[in-house]
């Protein structure tokens, strides 16, 4: 035993001279470490399918011959839901003036058209014959009650069964509830709305909504944000199949790997969703497995590491419209990490997590802004790691904490081409963590001229600008879109206790990005401004790119 630790001990000291490479080191083949350095799949970029909706035809009888058809009064009879306020504007103009056939026609689409803007998408108005003699004209106005919800285009229950419960309620339709009800049929996995168009069919209002759906899904991607001891080169693959035991359900499943050295890192996970209610909430049960056998520098000393965990996760739609959108998120997650070096262990990590999380979207000042604020709980429950355990991933660390953290991202449109975009990731914790819980900086969102992680910490505040210009279609035929940029990124970690591994780290970077069709790629130059990277011990610039494609 005293032989063991002793080679340990000694391996340490001959790779690390301080406690920071230490831990960046041993941070590199921790599989549930390395895989948060993966980019985000970076779908093709087009706008989300569109809320259209065809306003129904305004209903138009005319009033019985008669001359003059003068009215000195106009009253909207029907849809009390809705303040007569609404129509004076629409009014006005045609009190006191000769009503001819059009006029007539112009006073029902004004007086329709106010209830629309009122929040009644599908309000029709007529006028029926009538003779005038008391000099009252009167207009008829349905607010728009759906009598029923068709989805065509592909078949799919569980649109049927959110569109009829949200809709077709007997009370009149505001157009806030019909958004909520469109973007939640387009929230299923592999479901995008095309149309929705209203109708009215003997007196009834039916509301079309065309669908497209694709039961399989697939993406994959090659790109060079490795390091010398992890890659460089990996290759990620994503995989979904959709109505597979029921409709809305889906099983996802992604694999990251270094292809051209297969030992140095592999990565699963699966993930089952299933709807749990006609309102947008579903539940989630995914696990994974993950193993790291870094080369270069730690070849030698054969260290290994493997990941396991599983979580179980509810995720419920808040607010959903076209100007903003809020989910609520809890999820329970347990984890074990564990590391070998040269054959001894060296690290074992075991933690219970129960986290709760709000994220969305919103439209902020002249952008729109995208984030989540998240309060993660180390549970105390029997087996997790203690303060003071043998072979933990840090000597002070503990898996009974909180932590208190954020995700944020501001784009804002400039000029005609230009745009901005601002993001911030931040984290405060109770106490000092196990390594997989702390905040890093360093990799592609936050000084992207160093690896994933080259400074971690207990608590931590990240930041980044970045200016782009899209230069749209600049060969027609081959790229269908093209962008540059230009940002500055950055962070600051530190441990409680005055741990060692934090840091700051500051970095630049220009890029290009090109598209076509469901084909992306990226070239990126980014340059360490504070500090030598990790692998090379120096300043120079780190070259990037990225290839992906959806299929």
Same mark, same amino acid.
């Given at each position: ?38 980019? *985000? ?5 087009? /706008? ?25 009064a106009i009253v909207v009879i029907g849809a009390p ?35 629309? *803007? ?6 029709s108005a007529w006028v029926e014959p009538q003779t ?79 669908? *497209? ?117 809890? /999820? ?76 944020? /991202? ?102 290009l990005r090109l598209g076509r069709g469901r084909l ?32």
């Amino acid at each position: 035993m005293r032989r063991g630790l002793g080679g340990i001990l000694l391996a340490a000291a001959m790779f690390c001279a301080s406690g920071a490479a230490a831990q960046v080191g041993l941070n590199q083949a921790d599989p549930s470490i390395v895989v948060r350095s993966l980019p *985000k799949p970076a779908a093709p970029a087009v /706008e989300p399918d569109p809320l259209v909706i065809t306003e129904p035809s305004t209903v138009i009888g005319l009033a019985r011959t008669g001359t003059p058809r003068i009215a000195s009064a106009i009253v909207v009879i029907g849809a009390p839901e809705i303040a007569r306020s609404a129509f004076a504007e629409a009014i006005m103009p045609y009190i006191g003036r000769d009503l001819p056939a059009a006029a007539l026609s112009s006073l029902a689409s004004d007086i329709a058209n106010g209830a629309r *803007k009122a929040g009644y998408p599908f309000a029709s108005a007529w006028v029926e014959p009538q003779t005038m003699a008391d000099g009252i004209l009167r207009v008829k106005l349905d607010a728009g009650t759906l009598s029923a919800v068709r989805v065509i285009g592909a078949n799919n229950a569980l649109a049927d069964r959110l569109l009829t419960k949200s809709l077709v309620t007997g009370r009149a339709v505001r157009r806030e509830t019909l958004e909520r009800a469109i973007l939640l049929v387009g929230d299923i996995p592999g479901v995008s709305v095309v149309e929705s168009r209203y109708i009215r069919q003997d007196g009834f209002g039916i509301l079309l909504v065309t669908i *497209k759906q694709d039961r399989v899904g697939a993406y994959a991607q090659v790109d060079n944000r490795g390091s010398t001891e992890v890659g460089p080169i990996r290759s990620t693959v994503l995989g979904s199949l959709r109505g597979l035991l029921q409709p809305g359900d889906e099983l996802g499943l992604i694999s990251a790997q270094t292809p051209f050295q297969p030992s140095e890192f592999f990565f699963v996970r699966g993930r089952y969703t299933s709807p749990l209610s006609a309102a947008g909430t579903t539940l989630s049960v995914s696990g994974s497995y993950g193993r790291a056998h870094p080369g270069a520098s730690l070849l030698p000393l054969r260290v290994i590491g493997e990941s396991v965990d599983g979580s179980l996760s509810l995720s419920m739609p808040l607010i959903r419209g076209q100007k903003k959108s809020m989910w609520a998120n809890v /999820e329970l997650r347990g984890l074990r990490s564990h590391q070998t070096l040269l054959g001894s262990d060296l690290r074992d990590d075991r933690l219970a997590t129960l986290t709760g999380a709000l994220n969305g979207n919103s439209r902020f000042g002249p952008g729109v802004l995208r984030g989540s604020v998240a309060l993660v709980a180390g549970l105390p429950v029997p087996g997790v790691t203690h303060e003071g355990d043998l072979r933990t991933s840090r000597s002070d660390g503990d898996a009974r904490f909180l932590t208190v953290n954020y995700d944020l /991202e501001w784009v804002v449109p400039l000029a005609s081409r230009f745009s901005i975009a601002v993001s911030s990731q931040a984290q405060i914790a109770s106490r000092p963590l196990l390594a997989t819980m702390e905040i890093g900086v360093g990799g592609p969102s936050f000084g992207r001229g160093y690896d994933y992680a080259e400074r971690t910490g207990d608590n931590g505040i990240l930041g980044g600008a970045e200016l782009r210009m899209n230069l749209g279609r600049v060969v027609r035929n081959v790229i269908d879109r093209a962008q540059i940029y230009g940002a500055v990124d950055g962070g600051y970690v530190g441990n409680l206790r005055n741990g060692s591994g934090g840091g700051a780290l500051l970095s630049t970077a220009a890029g290009l990005r090109l598209g076509r069709g469901r084909l992306d790629g990226m070239l990126e130059v980014a340059l360490p401004l504070n500090e030598d990277r990790f692998d090379t011990r120096n300043r120079q610039p780190r070259i990037s790119f990225r290839l992906s494609r959806v299929f």
